[in-house]
């Protein structure tokens, strides 16, 4: 009962929102993978609010997307930024230069899978 008391003494501290868990196989699933992996998203884009690793932190950008540019939905503004990184730059990032040839390594399927993943990012 000591331990237990000791350890709800303990200051709570915010944490992220958890992880959503996706269906293997899914879309999001495979784009999950993909932000982790082969997309190298995670390299310079944290999902953690207020994390910047070297390009803006991606947590809510499925809130934040669709306010970005007037008239573009969230997926298409976030497929856009893969696809034409230097079309618009987040304020506060406009030195930052994205990766342009990601483009290039991924195929549509896996863009698609990213914007997918993304779009959970609420």
Do not use: W
């Not at 040839?101 to 609420?122: G, P, R």
Request: hydrophobic fraction near 40%; glycine fraction near 8%; proline fraction near 7%.
């Amino acid at each position: 009962m000591l331990f237990l008391a000791a350890c709800s003494a303990a200051p709570s501290t915010p944490s992220a929102s958890p992880a959503p868990t996706f269906l293997p196989g899914s879309i999001e699933a495979l784009g999950a993978a993909l932000f982790q992996g082969k997309g190298r998203c995670s390299t310079c884009h944290s999902l953690s609010p207020g994390t910047v690793i070297y390009g803006p932190s991606l947590a809510g950008i499925a809130t934040r997307a669709g306010q970005r540019e007037s008239g573009v939905s969230a997926a298409d503004y976030i497929e856009e930024s893969i696809l034409l990184p230097d079309k618009f730059k987040v304020p506060g990032f406009e030195d930052k230069q994205m990766d342009n040839t990601l483009a290039k390594s991924l195929t549509t399927d896996e863009v698609a899978d990213l914007v997918a993943y993304l779009m959970t990012q609420k």
